[in-house]
T-cell receptor
Framework: DTGVSQNPRHKITKRGQNVTFRCDPI?????LYWYRQTLGQGPEFLTY????????KSRLLSDRFSAERPKGSFSTLEIQRTEQGDSAMYLC???????????FGPGTRLLVL | GNSVTQMEGPVTLSEEAFLTINCTYT??????LFWYVQYPGEGLQLLLK?????DKGSNKGFEATYRKETTSFHLEKGSVQVSDSAVYFC???????????FGTGTKLQVIP
């Protein structure tokens, strides 16, 4: 069990550019979650997958955001036409159906200039 | 909807002092309750959890009891150490969807 991993750990981009983050969950965990954490706040739920199906999306997830989990293993989160307000820490978590506990990765810190 | 309210920080304590961080919640049904900790430069780590009323979660000297009558889950530790300096998040999980709702976090600084 190597834990949840996320890449890259840091990303600096210019406004208007597209960025993509990757999350590798704990193996055999069939649920995968994305959260966003801004400075001084707690993480906010964005979306989650059970296997490859995206089951819920928050209203925070605008049309510029898209997430995929094509084979039910790793997931990607893409932000198109980034804005300065997208600057945040993007956290990924995973769990197994029936378990209450979600295990978090170290996060990807995004800075949009 | 679900929400979590926790005491604002920062909280500054001397080493070996008693710690209490208050947390109250609003939720439908019977959520699971958690405390997560975020050490400087690191990701969120689960500290403890409780899944039903009157359960007590405990880990590393920290404790919290699920109080349904007061909708609270206060975090306590009898004697804090400098290494406990971190941000602590109270959170709940709706059993149906299992997404986690977090409080805003309380920063704890322990001074020698």
């Amino acid at each position: 069990d190597t834990g949840v991993s996320q890449n890259p750990r840091h990303k600096i981009t210019k406004r208007g550019q597209n960025v993509t983050f990757r999350c590798d969950p704990i193996s055999e965990h069939n649920r995968l979650y994305w959260y966003r954490q801004t400075l001084g706040q707690g993480p906010e739920f964005l979306t989650y997958f059970q296997n490859e199906a995206q089951l819920e999306k928050s209203r925070l997830l605008s049309d510029r955001f898209s997430a995929e989990r094509p084979k039910g293993s790793f997931s990607t989160l893409e932000i198109q036409r980034t804005e300065q307000g997208d600057s945040a820490m993007y956290l990924c978590a995973s769990s197994y159906v029936g378990q209450e506990t979600q295990y978090f990765g170290p996060g990807t810190r995004l800075l949009v200039l | 909807g679900n929400s979590v309210t926790q005491m604002e920080g920062p909280v500054t304590l001397s080493e070996e002092a008693f710690l209490t961080i208050n947390c109250t919640y609003t939720a439908t049904g019977y959520p699971s309750l958690f405390w997560y900790v975020q050490y400087p430069g690191e990701g969120l780590q689960l500290l403890l959890k409780a899944t039903k009323a009157d359960d007590k979660g405990s880990n590393k000297g920290f404790e919290a009891t699920y109080r349904k009558e007061t909708t609270s889950f206060h975090l306590e530790k009898g004697s804090v150490q400098v290494s406990d300096s971190a941000v602590y998040f109270c959170a709940l999980s709706d059993r149906g969807y299992q997404k986690v709702t977090f409080g805003t976090g309380t920063k704890l600084q322990v001074i020698p």
